[in-house]
């Protein structure tokens, strides 16, 4: 095939950049978004009696710990950007929307990064195919730009506005605007391209989607990253591990994995962890930035303090239990005993996996809350069959909750919505032969203590690849 490196054509840049930027924007805009909830908290309490407000006096204070909450999020959220190296030159203009962008942007010296570490989280490098996400490369005590084998394509501009990978309480009524509804975004594209500096005294038109969004990302870090995300790390990714564990007992030379839709990356470092060369691939920029912070930036365990749970007001036991701190890695991801490499790809699955490189290339394929991030899922399965190679693993788990299946979005956008026996027929077309299958509850993103708790009973199953048995017809 011709490989030959292939650098973005000046429009995607100019789309990856607006993307990037408006993703920047909805970080930097956290803490005006939160300050503007406890404000309307605080109006409601204006409103209140006299004697209603002595009843209530305590929330008073309650209000002023929200905002010292808020604050402590805010700051963990600014070094994670502050940390941050984009790539491409932020600071260009685009479709004539000149901003100096913030200086936090540019010009890190990386002396500073971990010592003793074999991490490789890598910078896929465009070569054949579209835009390309980024990753970090650790080797030395330095964050190097190192290519991928394959090209990590995405385009990112395209569908930024689509990320709803928290798909939390969707079904329930949103209507009381109180369910941990935060993390299902439209997947209407609005335009916010504004200059981000450091000061949230430029106001940001962050429209509510990517307010959530953001929201969602702290609530992912305790789902991967915190000691309170255990209790559903050992539902969901347990599982899994076990069932690696068994098919590949000699991992003498070990075995290749990727994990699509790596989120934050827990999961594809535990997979690395047990001796595998695994990769994570995400097409989310949101958790692209946080994964890269936490697997390369992070010094020690429990290094960081977030408050995730101030942004529901509702169905709290107490407000102890919804001002409680979290910490943050529970381990050292650097120290985790990670076979070499090990490396994050940024990127739209499709793009970077369906390339003659990528052929028959892995031992295994994981996904967990994956396949219905698909716009269409038989595209998604046709690909994890062409990568796997003949005798390959794939590991599934996950709801069918089809996160394009809202009519939200742009009516040209594309969801195929397929039961799961339909999704298990179109396996076997492509040469799946089931090996195991149950279903198991779970949650994502869980407040554990909340009144209301959204509980999915997820498809679990293992599948082989096996050519002799595949209906599909190869492509000449």
């Not at 279903?439 to 679990?460: E, G």
Request: with cysteine; proline share 4%; hydrophobic share 35%.
């Amino acid at each position: 095939g011709n490989m030959a490196a292939r650098r973005y054509t000046e429009h995607e840049e100019a789309l990856e950049i607006k993307s990037l930027r408006r993703i920047i924007a909805a970080y930097i805009n956290y803490q005006d978004a939160a300050e503007k909830d406890v404000k309307r908290y605080e109006r409601s309490f204006k409103k209140l009696s006299p004697a209603h407000k002595e009843l209530l006096f305590h929330l008073g204070l309650k209000y002023q710990r929200l905002r010292w909450c808020i604050s402590m999020n805010t700051s963990f959220i600014m070094n994670m950007l502050e940390a941050f190296e984009p790539p491409f030159d932020m600071s260009q203009c685009v479709d004539g929307d000149c901003h100096d962008c913030a200086e936090h942007m540019h010009g890190h010296s990386h002396a500073d990064t971990i010592n003793n570490s074999e991490l490789l989280v890598q910078h896929c490098c465009p070569e054949e195919g579209a835009n390309t996400r980024e990753t970090e490369n650790k080797k030395d005590e330095e964050v190097h730009m190192v290519g991928c084998s394959q090209p990590a394509a995405c385009n990112l501009g395209i569908s930024q506005g689509e990320d709803k990978s928290c798909n939390d309480g969707k079904d329930a009524s949103a209507a009381a605007n109180c369910q941990d509804t935060d993390c299902f975004a439209s997947s209407t594209d609005e335009n916010v391209t504004p200059g981000h500096r450091r000061a949230p005294s430029l106001p940001l038109d962050v429209p509510p989607v990517d307010v959530d969004k953001v929201r969602c990302i702290i609530r992912n870090i305790v789902r991967d990253w915190a000691q309170e995300g255990q209790i559903e790390r050992d539902e969901c990714y347990k599982p899994i591990l076990e069932e690696l564990n068994r098919l590949f007992p000699d991992r003498s030379r070990p075995p290749s994995c990727l994990v699509p839709g790596a989120g934050l990356g827990r999961l594809a470092l535990e997979i690395s962890s047990l001796g595998f060369v695994s990769q994570g691939n995400e097409f989310s920029y949101y958790m692209m930035i946080c994964s890269s912070f936490i697997l390369n930036h992070t010094q020690e365990a429990n290094e960081w303090t977030i408050y995730p749970w101030i942004h529901n007001n509702c169905n709290s036991l107490s407000d102890k239990d919804q001002l409680r701190a979290v910490s943050f890695p529970d381990i050292h991801p650097s120290s985790a005993g990670i076979t070499e490499g090990f490396s994050m790809c940024a990127g739209d699955f499709v793009e970077v996996y369906n390339e003659e490189s990528q052929e028959s290339a892995w031992d295994a394929v994981v996904t967990c809350f994956f396949l219905d991030t698909a716009h269409n899922i038989v595209e998604y399965i046709e690909i994890i069959s062409k990568i796997l190679k003949d005798g390959g693993i794939w590991v599934n788990m996950g709801p069918l909750l089809y996160h394009f299946a809202d009519a939200y979005g742009p009516d040209d956008d594309m969801s195929i919505e397929l039961s799961l026996e339909d999704v298990k027929r179109v396996a076997y077309h492509y040469g799946f032969v089931m090996e195991m299958e149950k279903m198991i509850d779970t949650t994502y993103t869980a407040n554990m203590v909340s009144m209301m708790q959204n509980r999915y009973r997820a498809a679990f199953w293992t599948m082989r690849k096996d050519v002799s048995r595949s209906k599909a017809k190869k492509r000449q």
